[in-house]
């Protein structure tokens, strides 16, 4: 009997750490440096301050935002063997605590009582594999890259920085703010909906939609910014 299972592709959501540092970090680098860029078209005519202010923005931006990264990693790697640790002591002090709670989980995916009893005697026979068992069905907890930190503070903070340069880039071609700020605000829609376009794609959402909102959202930060501007100003 001829079947199609061989045409079926499924289609799953598989975002790496990686994609979602950039995600993190261009996203902030995008529209932060817009709105500050925005707000001081509004208060100086100075093009090289707006310049100098941004540069300096995205530098302590990428720097926060890397290390936020970089304290995230650190604290789930703490985390992971902190459990570690602990299920260690319990296999030690709780065995048949422990033993019982492998054959629950067995239980729920609806085994046997014969092969319960099997798949736990020989998950039990080495304790780093019945910790490792543990950790992933009790606690639903991966082993975390030991390099995740640093990884994650560089991703972060260099997607910070090439999305802080888009709406900045003008200023350096233009003798007044409010004309980089015209070029600027193109740049950087062009850039959001872009990235807020794929950004949907890979978290499963209406790519139209979420392009629309994360334009929408930097259009309106950086015209708060430019109005607050203004009106100090007056």
């Not at 459990?83 to 989980?105: C, G, S, T």
């Amino acid at each position: 009997m001829e079947t199609h299972l061989h045409h079926h592709k499924e289609q799953h959501l598989t975002s790496s750490e990686t994609l979602m540092d950039i995600v993190i970090g261009m996203s902030d680098g995008l529209t932060v440096p817009f709105a500050l860029a925005a707000g001081l078209s509004g208060a100086v005519k100075d093009v090289h301050l707006i310049v100098i202010a941004g540069i300096a923005e995205i530098a302590a931006g990428s720097i926060a935002m890397g290390l936020g990264g970089y304290l995230a990693g650190k604290t789930e790697q703490d985390h992971y063997n902190s459990e570690l640790k602990r299920e260690y002591q319990e296999i030690k002090d709780l065995p048949h605590v422990e033993k019982q709670e492998v054959k629950d989980f067995f239980a729920e995916l609806g085994l046997s009582e014969e092969v319960q009893e099997k798949a736990t005697r020989e998950i039990i026979k080495d304790d780093d594999r019945w910790v490792t068992f543990m950790m992933k069905h009790e606690l639903g907890l991966d082993k975390p890259d030991p390099k995740r930190a640093g990884k994650s503070a560089f991703n972060i903070g260099a997607s910070y920085i090439v999305g802080g340069f888009v709406p900045l880039l003008p200023y350096f071609f233009v003798d007044d703010g409010i004309t980089g700020l015209k070029y600027s605000a193109l740049f950087a829609i062009i850039s959001l909906l872009i990235f807020g376009y794929f950004k949907s794609k890979m978290t499963g959402m209406n790519p139209i939609t979420g392009a629309l909102k994360v334009a929408v959202i930097g259009a309106l930060a950086a015209g708060c910014a430019f109005a607050i501007a203004r009106l100090i100003q007056a």
